[in-house]
Structures are given as structure tokens and as C-alpha cells.
T-cell receptor, first 111, second 114 residues
């Protein structure tokens, strides 16, 4: 069983539309990270959320950590082709130890 | 300010050969992690090392796989007697080992076993 389930697994939408992807678990975490990975490259950290209910914005991307710190969402406004990629959530199992990654959402923005 | 450097970017091996994947962490980073990614999947943790020590190898197969991070030089992930199922992208990440758990990833090594 996966510790972190991401949905949807695949999402393909038109440029300019809005979208939300989710990262869910039954466990509570001290923090949660979102990464974006482009084809042929390693993941790049987008944001870390720490406090239950926290909302962070990165230009057109809005990240929210659930009140109970078990889940998170990523909302993209007016999607652009440059947003295309694999979005991964990740949590540290212990401080300073390995990150466990979710199953990923593969996002394609159609021009 | 170089990032995490992995080489080679692409590695082709025949079944039974050995594969050596190298990772130089970011300057000042003493913690290295190796992850494996299969097509259309997320990253699976393999091993976590600090200089000269293996901290957690719970994700690494017991047979044929080994990893090291010597006092001098890059971290090496070694796969002996490769099989087709070893074909994957292998990513290395590093961190400074402070309270911040941010990882910085390399561009990966794509291993293809013929």
C-alpha cells in the first residue's frame, strides 16, 4: 500500500483552464513537499508546507496543507504549457531522513 | 554554484554486466540519497548515506546492489550482474543535513539493460 496517494494519476487540460491535484494519506506528517519533474530531469522542489491549514502561493500555483496534516492540494490557475510535468508530493518519514514520494500526477497542458 | 552532478546520463549494459552510477552532491552537502524511478511511476527510495556511512539501505535490494559515499570523491551506486528489470532512471539527491529536509536532485542516470 502507498503511503501517499495522488489523484488524478493523469490530467490533460487546455491552456487557460484551472485545475487541482491532490495528495492524500491516512497518516499525519510534520511537513509535506511538492516537487515538479520535467521529462529527462530530476524533481525540483516547489514548496514545503508545515502548519495544518497553511496556504502558500507561488505565482499561479496555490498549495494547501490539510488542517489535520494528512493531505494536501495543489491548485493551478490559468494553466500554461510550461506547467506540464509530473507533480510529486513527498513527506519526510523522520527528521533528516528519507523522503517518501507519492505516486505522482502527470499533467499535460494543451496549447 | 554547481548542483548535484550525476554521470553518466545514459548507460547501456548487457545482462550480466556491472553498472556504476556516480553522484557528486552539491558543495557543502554531506547527505546523499539514491532513488529509482520506473516509467510512469514516482520515485522509490533506495539508500541514504552520509560520508563513509550507510544510514538507511532499507529500499535497496539485498542482492547485487551496493552503495558507498567515500570521504573523498562521489557517491557510487553499483549494480552487479544487471538484469532487464534493473532498467530505470536512477536519481541522486543531496542535502546539507540540517533541520531542513529539502532535497536537491541531479538529472539522473538512465540505465538500459539489453
Amino acid at each position: 500500500t502507498q503511503l501517499l496517494e495522488q489523484s488524478p494519476q493523469f490530467l490533460s487540460i487546455q491552456e487557460g483552464e484551472n485545475l487541482t491535484v491532490y495528495c492524500n494519506s491516512s497518516s499525519v506528517f510534520s511537513s509535506l513537499q511538492w516537487y515538479r519533474q520535467e521529462p529527462g530531469e530530476g524533481p525540483v522542489l516547489l514548496v514545503t508546507v508545515v502548519t495544518g491549514g497553511e496556504v502558500k502561493k507561488l505565482k499561479r500555483l496555490t498549495f494547501q496543507f490539510g488542517d489535520a496534516r494528512k493531505d494536501s492540494s495543489l491548485h493551478i490557475t490559468a494553466a500554461q504549457p510550461g506547467d506540464t510535468g509530473l507533480y510529486l508530493c513527498a513527506v519526510p518519514i523522520k527528521r533528516n531522513e528519507k523522503l517518501t514520494f507519492g505516486t505522482g500526477t502527470r499533467l499535460t497542458i494543451i496549447p | 554554484n554547481a548542483g548535484v552532478m550525476q554521470n553518466p546520463r545514459h548507460l547501456v549494459r548487457r545482462r550480466g554486466q556491472e553498472a556504476r552510477l556516480r553522484c557528486s552532491p552539491m558543495k557543502g552537502h554531506s547527505h546523499v540519497y539514491w532513488y529509482r524511478q520506473l516509467p510512469e511511476e514516482g520515485l522509490k527510495f533506495m539508500v541514504y548515506l552520509q560520508k563513509e556511512n550507510i544510514i538507511d539501505e532499507s529500499g535497496m535490494p539485498k542482492e547485487r546492489f551496493s552503495a558507498e559515499f567515500p570521504k573523498e570523491g562521489p557517491s557510487i551506486l553499483r549494480i552487479q550482474q544487471v538484469v532487464r528489470g534493473d532498467s530505470a532512471a536512477y536519481f541522486c539527491a543531496s542535502s546539507p543535513g540540517t533541520r531542513d529536509e529539502k532535497l536537491f536532485f541531479g538529472s539522473g542516470t538512465q540505465l538500459s539493460v539489453l
